[in-house]
């Protein structure tokens, strides 16, 4: 009710998320709790995370230019250069995220240069012709409405919260991406995250042309004789589509929408700002409270997978230090493995890597790098770091398969026939199974490493009670909608999440124990086994299968073959390295995940 009363607010309502959920939602005032509401100063995230997804594409540039000959929005051509403050050419997409761009949102001493430059004063004199002003007022109006471009600071040494700042990211997002910026932003940024019940509507008419830009008594052009000016159009929102927004970009999981690394960059304020307003300075589209504390960012380590591998390492007697993209307590970040390599320790284990098939990232060329960086450059800086330590540990464990569905899958060419075990030949037959092949080789340590055991774990399907599939299927197979994904009859490796975190300990501690390892149980099942299983555990029919189809157009057919291909994978090598399986049997591993499950409630 104070924000209200003091922001003169008629309405307002309250979500709060916790652990990834809505727990509370509360209208107040003329708003109900399902209202959609005009999301104001939210607006610019929507924004700004359009624009972070072209950067993260490399499609723009954070200090592009803006305007000018050579800026992304160059200048209309009939517009008199003269009427421009020549410090709009240093104007950079990055200074209109910060809200730095050296204007105010108050009318401006160029606004009534712009005015002499569309009104025919009363001067007899005046030689221009009524289609010649009309012709620039029209250009000049479509650009730089409802105000001007006009600076009162240099770019970069000021912050003022102006919304001419989103309006012109508006124009970059269509002038880079050649689409409507409502269409952009709904496929990029509301589709990916299910934001269905958000919209743009049209601004309303508040402003007169004649208000904003003439004095009493000047003489307009008939067309322009003090008709509204509308706003800008308008995002209107609901309070989970909102707690979507919010979730995405730094709760828990920023991948969901952007890198790790862009949403920090997002938080960044200015390098240099001036003493004015310090404290009110935005980062890049962004702008938290409470320290940053409430963003996380994620790292190996931090996952389904390395949070049990931790909690087990530690058991045992280990302290476990992190690689994180941010620092922390018993972290460290990969600018320093990369500056100043690695403290001393007994071993190395690797396991990053964003999850492929996150349903909510499309298979674009941006996310195919995101998720080759991911493996491939952060395991060459982890082999590069060991290779050059003065003192190096003692074993490099990596992984070539993890997340919810598996590189393994794609190593290894799909087949119903064949069994492939350590030994069998990897493919390059397509993206998948050639960043499996380079996942691998980056592992690799040079010729002469003598001091140092090499290990690299070729995952299956990690089960478990805490995440990963299970935890995403869950939900579907109670509900009598989890069937098989297209015919059922493609191989699907699996392992237990104690299997895999206790195969690496093995590989940790049993000094024999070198060269590759495939993390499969030694059942062989399929898909139309695995859901069988699922679903006889759970005592719930599966009614819908998930035809191929389907599967291609949600994930692209390369994405796709993950889920609706599959081999046959034994873990030769594993067993021969005297490794046991406390889960060796699909239905063993169930009856232990569900174990502690009462009716529906489980997690």
């Known amino acids: 009710m104070r924000v209200m009363e003091e922001n003169g607010y008629n309405g307002a309502c309250l979500g ?39 950067a993260e594409e490399d499609r723009v540039g954070l200090q592009d230019q803006v305007f000018g000959p050579d800026g992304i929005l160059g200048f209309p051509a009939a517009v008199d250069m003269q009427l421009y403050d020549p410090r709009i050419l240093d104007v950079t997409v990055l ?34 012709s009524t289609a010649d002003v009309s012709v620039l007022a029209d250009q000049l109006v479509q650009v730089v409405q409802p105000s001007s471009l ?57 402003k007169s042309l004649k208000k904003l830009l003439f004095e009493e008594g000047e ?32 709760h828990q999981a920023p991948s969901r929408l952007l890198k790790t690394e862009t949403v920090k960059r997002m938080l960044e304020k200015p390098e240099l700002p001036m003493p004015q307003h310090v404290e009110m300075w935005h980062g890049a589209g962004m702008q938290v409270n409470n320290n940053g504390t409430w963003w996380k960012g994620g ?19 280990y302290q476990v230090t992190l690689i994180s993209r941010t620092p922390g307590k018993n972290k460290i970040t990969w600018d320093e493995v990369k500056k100043t390599g690695l403290p001393e320790c007994y071993a190395v284990v690797g396991m990053q890597g964003s999850n492929i098939l996150n349903i909510f990232r499309r298979w674009t060329d941006g996310f195919k790098k995101e998720v080759w960086d991911s493996r491939v450059e952060t395991t060459k800086t ?92 869950y939900f579907s197979f109670w509900f009598g909608s989890g069937g098989v994904i297209g015919d059922g009859m493609q191989f699907f490796p699996w392992i237990h999440i ?79 390295s005297e490794f046991n399986f406390n889960f060796p049997k699909i239905k063993m591993a169930f009856d232990n995940i569900f174990s502690y499950r009462k009716g529906f409630f489980w997690y």
């Open 16 to 54: 709060v998320l916790q652990d990834g959920k809505l727990v509370y939602m509360k209208g107040h005032g003329e708003t109900n709790a399902g209202d959609s509401i005009p999301i104001s100063s939210l607006s610019e995230l929507l924004t700004a995370a359009a624009v972070m997804r072209l």
């Open 95 to 128: 200074h209109l995220l910060h809200h730095t761009a050296g204007w105010e949102s108050t009318k401006s001493s160029t606004e009534f240069h712009l005015a002499s430059s569309l009104h025919l004063s009363s001067n007899p004199n005046d030689s221009r």
């Open 150 to 206: 006009d600076l009162t600071s240099d770019p970069g040494t000021k912050f003022h919260l102006s919304d001419k700042d989103e309006l012109l990211l508006r124009k970059v997002i269509e002038t880079i991406s050649r689409q409507n910026y409502k269409d952009f932003v709904s496929e990029q940024v509301l589709e990916s995250l299910g934001m269905w019940a958000t919209e743009l509507r049209p601004g309303q008419a508040t």
């Open 219 to 250: 003489i307009l052009v008939d067309r322009h004789t003090g008709e509204l000016i509308p706003t800008p159009e308008t995002w209107y929102s609901t309070i989970p589509d909102l707690l979507h927004l919010v979730q995405a970009v730094g």
């Open 299 to 317: 790292g190996g380590g931090s996952g389904f997978i390395g949070t049990a591998l931790r909690k087990l390492l530690e058991h045992r007697g």
């Open 382 to 473: 982890l082999s590069q770091a060991i290779s050059e330590a003065s003192n190096p540990p003692k074993v490099w464990v990596s992984f070539s398969g993890v997340g919810v569905v598996n590189l393994l899958k794609r190593y290894y060419k799909p087949s119903y026939v064949y069994d492939y075990d350590e030994d069998s030949p990897g493919g390059d037959f397509d993206y998948i199974s050639h960043l499996a092949t380079a996942w691998e080789e980056a592992a690799k340590l040079p010729a002469e490493n003598t001091n140092t055991r090499e290990v690299i774990i070729r995952s299956g399907v990690v089960l478990g009670r805490d995440g990963g599939a299970i935890k995403q299927m």
């Open 498 to 576: 104690n299997d895999i975190t206790r195969l690496v300990v093995h590989a940790l501690e049993d000094e024999k124990v070198t060269g590759i390892l495939n993390g499969v149980a030694p059942e062989t099942i399929t898909n139309w086994d695995f859901t069988k299983a699922f679903n006889t555990t759970l005592k719930r029919p599966g009614f819908f299968p998930l035809p191929r189809p389907v599967v291609n157009f949600a994930l692209g057919e390369e994405r796709a073959k993950m889920l609706t291909e599959g081999q046959a994978v034994v873990p030769k090598r594993t067993l021969e």
